[in-house]
């Protein structure tokens, strides 16, 4: 067995933080954490964090088929660079994921990744809203995230079905959870709107999807979840009223949990004023005031987890007008700066919103998220807060390029990163 | 006026641009009257007439401006083709500017197509109506329209009625009136107007009535008629009842105010039909203005940019806009 130390960094969980040096092996578990540790190879961690591993609850890796936008294998490196050691994969694929064949089929791609890529399944077959998908048989193979991602269940019969269907599998896997994750979008009012619906679109002629679209599908599944006791999870939730609902259904002891993607806390529609489709996004960037909505959302723990919804579309597709590029941005190389940058939130909170509490809705823990001690899996982030970078598409990992933070200054960047035992990112760079 | 590249909005404009262009416009309509209604102005000059959304007016008008200044005009009508499949946006625009072309018009059903197009081409991009947002030279044909008949604008009140919501010409026009010093109110339900007028130099109401006997202008706007299952307003009979120019109304105008119409109209809806037959009624020389509005705006772009112009010939081209 090798070994290797990670040496003069603080280490921060959930249990805290302290100063010391981690050892870890090449069999996949931590050996040793404390000071003065050394190792067969050792890597600097002066200045930095050393993390549980960041877990993502929301990307895409277009595969299988769209590989031209991204792949297993470069969605799964874009994330390491940005520190993650787990993903969760959105069910939008070409087959959708929405059967044990094509969830074998992304994990038999994922099993050479340089992270762990957790596929969810479809909630319903093709994910056209109209039957549900075999969610026993997802289950039974290993899925415990459901969405419908990039459609929310539009039939409300058919998602208090899914709920209803889904708190019945628990015994297929005990002691986990099954959760439904919507995409929350009343296509009816959202249809033909390409933008947040407000001043910006009526200046710039974009037609406009109102707020409401997101919030009154996250009204139905606050009542939904209250009707049928399932575990609901929202999706990059986007308007301050979404995040008052979801705090006022936790405030009532409901079972939700909700993300916000790194955009919604960084960027408003305003964006929108070069008519540049990389700022296209869904649900899309919305208001000042639905910005700190977020922020507030993060810092009060109404929202738990931070999430990239990582959407990568080729530059092919992005060259188009606003109305017919295709939504989406990446995010996964960013998502630790960005919100290091945008958020004031104290580095702990912070990790655990993009670590152990994102690991514990995937039902990942033990995995992910840590604790970082002895005989855990040695799934770490090595982070140093305070490094100073400029965003530039050219240098990402990702096979795409359309982010929306080109040119930005940023303050945070992950050092290494170690799956599994095995450094993977050594000073920023992809080992393989 | 300022050196002006490209023209996508009427925000681009300042009054005293949109003063300059109308007045060049006036002598494009003295050249228009001629036996033989040609200057040499932008001779060797090419305008490419990009057209992704069906238009037969506005391309003939172009096309009869660029010929009017004996530019050639070469038409491309660009099907729609869906994002990922086909060729993007970029390379048709990189495949037509290599063609070695001065000017583009764009026609696109995207709001800020030509935002996009004027990125990825060094040609003068000269926006023809891009989606619900802008369609600047439609706007300065209406000033000039408007302001031939009614001396300078500063003061005079403007209603812009009907389809606000799905309107270039009100986002334009809305914009162009009030650098102008008009006071503009657009006249629609809530179901046809822009979510918000936050930062618009406009009011607002729902009731025609309440302006009808102030207002200067009423300029009326396309309805448009497809897509009934997520119809604005019940009927177009109701419509045309509640917020229609009707014979009733046209008779409550004050003496001198225009009606005016971008086309191309649909009559019993937006205006009664025997209205837009009225003397008071500018629609067909606001399109005879097209023409020589959008020579101006040629002129100014393509004709006085340095780096197209030949040695020696820039006087050629100042002693032949007169």
């Known amino acids: 067995m090798s070994t290797l130390a990670l040496r003069g960094g603080t280490v921060v969980d959930a249990q805290g933080s302290r100063r010391a040096d981690v050892v870890v092996g090449d069999e996949g578990t931590i050996l040793a954490v404390g000071s003065g540790l050394t190792a067969d190879h050792e890597l600097d961690a002066g200045d930095c964090i050393v993390a549980p591993g960041l877990v993502d609850l929301h990307v895409h890796l277009r ?70 998908a075999p969610m026993a048989e997802l289950v039974r193979a290993g899925v415990r995230i459901f969405t419908d991602d990039g459609a929310g269940v539009q039939d409300d019969k058919l998602m208090r079905t899914a709920l209803d269907y889904a708190s019945s599998l628990g015994h297929l896997c005990p002691g986990e959870t099954i959760v439904l994750a919507q995409h929350c979008e009343v296509e009816s009012l959202s249809k033909g709107g390409y933008m947040h619906e407000g001043s910006w679109s009526s200046w710039l002629g974009i037609p406009g999807q109102p707020s409401e679209a997101e919030e009154l599908m996250v009204m139905r599944d606050i009542a939904l979840c209250r009707l049928t006791g399932a575990r609901v999870h929202f999706q990059h939730m986007s308007t301050a009223g979404s995040i008052s609902m979801i ?64 959407a990568p579309h080729t530059s092919k597709s992005k060259q188009q007008t ?111 | 006026m300022k050196a002006l590249r490209h023209l996508l909005s009427m925000d681009d404009l300042d009054r005293d641009d949109i003063d300059y262009l109308l007045d060049l416009t006036q002598r494009y309509v003295e050249v228009s009257e001629r036996k033989i209604p040609r200057i040499p102005a932008l001779r060797g000059k090419t305008v490419a007439l990009v057209f992704y959304e069906d238009s037969t007016r506005t391309r003939i008008s172009f ?18 083709s869906s994002a990922n499949k086909g060729e993007s946006l970029r390379d048709t625009i990189e495949t037509i500017s290599a063609m070695g072309i001065h000017g583009i018009v764009l026609r696109h059903f995207g709001a800020g197509a030509p935002w996009r197009v004027r990125e990825w081409t060094d040609a003068s991009v000269i926006n023809g109506g891009d989606g619900r947002n802008q369609h600047p030279t439609q706007s300065l044909a209406d000033l000039f329209t408007a302001r031939r008949h009614l001396g300078e604008l500063d003061g005079k009140r403007v209603a812009i009625v009907g389809d606000v919501k799905n309107s270039r010409v009100a986002r334009s026009n809305a914009i162009g009136f009030a650098k102008m010093g008009a006071e503009v109110v657009f006249v629609a339900p809530q179901t046809l107007l822009p979510a918000s007028l936050e930062g618009w130099p406009v009011s607002a109401t729902h009731n025609l009535d309440e302006v009808v006997e102030e207002i200067d202008v009423c300029y009326l706007l396309r309805m448009q008629l497809e897509r009934q299952h997520d119809a ?23 003496d001198g105010a225009l009606i005016m119409h971008p086309g191309p109209m649909n009559r019993d809806v937006e205006i009664a039909g025997e209205v837009a037959d009225r003397p008071n009624a500018v629609i067909t020389e606001q399109v005879a203005n097209g023409v020589a509005v959008r020579m101006a705006v040629l002129f100014v772009l393509i004709g006085s940019r340095l780096d197209l112009v030949e040695e020696g010939s820039l006087a050629d081209q100042e002693s032949a806009v007169a």
């Not at chain 1, 769209?66 to 939008?92: C, K, S, W």
């Open chain 2, 63 to 80: 096309a009869t401006a660029a010929s009017r200044l004996s530019a050639d005009a070469l038409g491309f009508d660009v099907k729609r």
């Open chain 1, 63 to 132: 595969q299988p088929g769209n590989e031209e936008a991204e792949t297993i294998d470069t969605g799964a490196r874009a994330a390491a660079l940005g520190g993650f050691t787990a993903v969760v994969a959105m069910p939008n694929t070409d087959p959708a994921m929405d059967s044990v064949s094509v969830i074998s089929e992304v994990r038999a791609l994922g099993e050479s990744a340089i992270c762990d890529v957790v596929p969810s399944a479809a909630i319903s077959v093709g994910r056209r809203g109209e039957a549900l």
């Open chain 1, 247 to 310: 705090r006022a259904a936790k405030a009532a002891g409901l079972p939700v949990t909700a993300e916000a993607a790194t955009h919604h806390f960084s960027l408003t529609d305003a964006c929108c004023q070069s008519y540049d489709p990389v700022y296209k996004v869904h649900p899309p960037l919305r208001t000042d005031a639905d910005v700190e909505a977020v922020r507030a959302g993060l810092a009060d723990g109404t929202i738990d987890a931070i999430a990239t919804d990582h």
């Open chain 1, 322 to 432: 606003f109305a017919d590029a295709p939504p989406g941005m990446l995010g996964l190389e960013t998502a630790f700066a960005v919100a290091n940058t945008y958020l004031d939130m104290p580095v702990d909170s912070l990790l655990g919103a993009m670590s152990w509490r994102p690991a514990a809705i995937a039902g990942l823990n033990g995995a992910h998220g840590g604790p970082i001690e002895e005989g855990s899996m040695a799934n770490l982030a090595v982070i140093d807060p305070d490094a100073a970078w400029t965003v530039s598409a050219a240098e990402l990992a990702s096979r795409s390029s359309n982010t929306p933070y080109e040119g930005m200054a940023l303050r945070g960047r992950v050092r290494h990163t170690i799956y599994q035992g095995e450094a993977v990112v050594i000073d920023g760079v992809a080992q393989r």
């Open chain 2, 232 to 254: 604005p307003v019940p009927t177009l009979r109701e419509f045309h009842h509640e917020f229609g120019l009707t014979a009733a109304r046209a008779d409550r105008l004050k």
